[in-house]
């Protein structure tokens, strides 16, 4: 298996662009998650989804941030517009039925720096 | 509510020497407790996972790790370092209470000296 795929591996922009983050989570996991880490704040969830459901976004930080599962291999994660304050490693992790016993897999990230 | 404390930012070792990375849960409801590792500029590794059955885990690449409810630990050992094991480790805590979303400790950032 080739493991949970995320694209681009690093992206810079500058501000008042709009970011888009790829991710393909293992075949037949059925949870996806959304992490953002920085130095300040290290790993947080931005959002999860059970299906494609999004079940909880509480940790989406503003209305420019929005996530999307159209099936069960693809998400994205968008930003707009982006401002510096967004540089982070955003990892994308999946995870197989199961609930709480089952581990999360992750990729290996998408570097972003917004200038 | 969840949380997870790891009591140290920085762990230096000597190659050959025992590690000891120390971490603290709270947890309301049975929880599942996870030591994920993360190089520098990869994504983050499965070390091993504590679910209610032996108290005593074995993980990866020698590592292993005792869950102690009484004290509320789930510290990590390894008997002997090695170079490669420079890196940062992140304990981590779950349950079905959070929809077994994963509470991140700070992260315990291990240096390996020669």
């Known amino acids: 298996d080739a493991g949970v795929i995320q694209s681009p591996r690093h992206e810079v922009t500058e501000m008042g662009q709009e970011v888009t983050l790829r991710c393909k989570p293992i075949?037949?996991?059925?949870?996806l998650f959304w992490y953002r880490q920085t130095m300040m704040r290290g790993l947080e969830l931005l959002i999860y989804f059970n299906n494609n459901v999004p079940i909880d976004d509480s940790g989406m930080p503003e209305d420019r941030f929005s996530a999307k599962m159209p099936n069960a291999s693809f998400s994205t994660l968008k930003i707009q517009p982006s401002e510096p304050r967004d540089s982070a490693v955003y990892f994308c992790a999946s995870r197989l039925a199961g609930g709480a016993y089952n581990e999360q897999f992750f990729g290996p990230g998408t570097r972003l720096t917004v200038l | 509510a969840q949380s997870v404390t790891q009591l140290d930012s920085h762990v230096s070792v000597s190659e050959g020497t025992p590690v000891l990375l120390r971490c603290n849960y709270s947890?309301?409801?049975?929880?599942?407790l996870f030591w994920y590792v993360q190089h520098p500029n990869k994504g983050l590794q499965l070390l091993l996972k504590?679910?209610?059955?032996?108290?005593l885990v074995k993980g990866i690449n020698g590592f292993e790790a005792e869950f102690k409810k009484s004290e509320t630990s789930f510290h990590l050992t390894k008997p002997s370092a090695h170079m490669s094991d420079a890196a940062e480790y992140f304990c981590?805590?779950?349950?079905?209470?959070?929809?077994?979303?994963?509470?991140f400790g700070k992260g315990t950032k291990l240096s390996v000296k020669p």
């Open positions: 075949s037949g996991h059925n949870s």
């Open positions: 947890s309301s409801y049975s929880p599942s």
């Open positions: 504590y679910t209610s059955a032996a108290t």
């Open positions: 981590v805590v779950s349950s079905r209470r959070s929809q077994g979303n994963l509470i």
